[in-house]
């Protein structure tokens, strides 16, 4: 048997967006999609967080509410297709970095 | 240290050779061995769920895992509330056993705080896979940690130079021992074990051969094992309340003693890991 999970995307939202959509992605996960959005990215790698980074896979239903209802809300959100690019790919293409992982 | 296809190998130790309960099929079971505080096993499907409440099972490869069900005490279960940061089931991913992947990015599972278990030690197994080596640094695919003052009774990460190591602190003192070196990009499957015994020393082995010992006699253990311990989690580390240090791994399974195995014990379950999944001493 196949899963259902079979889409993944990896989502890369502005800071100032972070509150609004956690809150969101309560719709969709309402025990735990306030924390989605908590993975810290900047150009340098150091804190502040510029932008903040959810990488997950999803149904397709849970794709189709994301890309139909909510991406067109937040249009400053980049998706991008988690099936065809690493997470190091995008980070690279977009030139950040992961907050808060140097000692 | 040269390494096979199967996963991270030194020199065959002669301690290592099979032992006739092994070859007989073995029977043994990491339960076995008292101290036992938790024992993650992903080749065992009931104990793997989609979920956090642990009521829907998973049911096929690539399923997130957000529910771990700890076989050890039945107290540490690994946990992840947060649908986008559940791991992924990969139920053949070891010579078709199962393995629970992390993505590197997001993923990890909280196991709920072990502190006040170790004031006599303690040992750790894992069976276990890296996808990013070097040049990855600080990386941590499984840690507990509190900031300041800076205290750790385990803390894997993966070093600058490229290797994974365990690193205890002790009010901002760090006792380091490498387990492996890796390889640039996936390091392929092995068994790592870590036995640290208070006041005395913490040596750690890769695949059944030792990679190291370092003294930890000035570490103030009750520090360390004590009250002030973080959470634990897997395919990352806690940061006071954040999550950091994502790391694309695999685990097969984990084992937690809440003592310092002996030599012979420490054999006996890495054998029993290394037969279990296949892979080579």
């Given amino acids: 048997m196949s899963t259902e999970y079979s889409i993944r995307r990896i989502l890369v939202v502005p800071a100032a967006l972070q509150a609004e959509l956690n809150a969101a992605a309560t719709t969709l996960d309402p025990t735990g999609g306030d924390a989605t959005f908590t993975v810290g990215l900047s150009s340098t790698g150091l804190a502040p967080a510029t932008h903040y980074v959810c990488n997950a896979a999803l149904r397709l239903a849970t794709w189709e509410f994301v890309e139909q209802v909510l991406a067109p809300q937040y249009e400053a959100a980049q998706i991008f297709d988690g099936n065809e690019q690493t997470i190091d790919q995008v980070l690279t293409g977009l030139g950040l970095r992961f907050v808060g992982s140097e000692e | ?181 890796l390889p640039a990009g996936d390091s392929g499957h092995g068994v790592l074990t870590c036995v640290a015994t208070p006041g005395a020393a913490m040596s750690c082995y890769a695949n059944g051969s030792l990679t190291g010992t370092t003294s930890i006699a000035g570490a103030t253990w009750g520090n360390i094992a004590g009250a002030t311990s973080e959470t634990p989690l897997i395919g990352a580390i806690a940061n006071g309340a954040s999550d950091i240090g994502h790391c694309a791994c695999q685990f097969a399974e984990l084992l937690i003693y809440n003592r310092p195995l002996g030599s012979a014990e420490r054999q006996q379950v890495e054998q029993y890991a290394l037969a279990k999944f296949g892979l080579s001493p």
């Fill in chain 2, 1 to 181: 240290m040269q390494r096979r296809r199967d996963g991270w190998i030194g020199p065959p130790p002669h301690d290592l050779r099979p032992m006739g309960w092994l070859a007989a099929g073995g029977g043994f079971s990491p339960a076995q061995l008292a101290g036992l505080v938790l024992w993650l096993d992903a080749d065992d499907a009931a104990t793997l769920f989609q979920d956090a409440a642990r009521s829907t099972p998973v049911a096929s490869d690539g399923d997130p895992v957000g529910g771990w069900t700890d076989k050890g005490s039945g107290t540490y279960h690994a946990l992840q509330a947060t649908a986008a940061k559940r791991a992924t089931n990969r139920p053949s991913a070891v010579n078709g056993r199962g393995a629970v992947e992390f993505d590197g990015t997001d993923d990890f599972l909280t196991v709920t705080r072990m502190a006040g278990r170790f004031g006599s030690g303690f040992s750790f197994v894992m069976v276990m896979r890296i996808f990013e080596g070097q040049p990855v640094d600080f990386k941590r695919p499984f840690g507990s940690r509190v900031v300041s003052p800076r205290q750790a009774y385990f803390d894997f990460l993966l070093s600058s130079t490229g290797s994974l190591v365990q690193v205890m602190w002790a009010d901002h003192v760090s006792y380091q021992q490498t387990m492996v070196s």
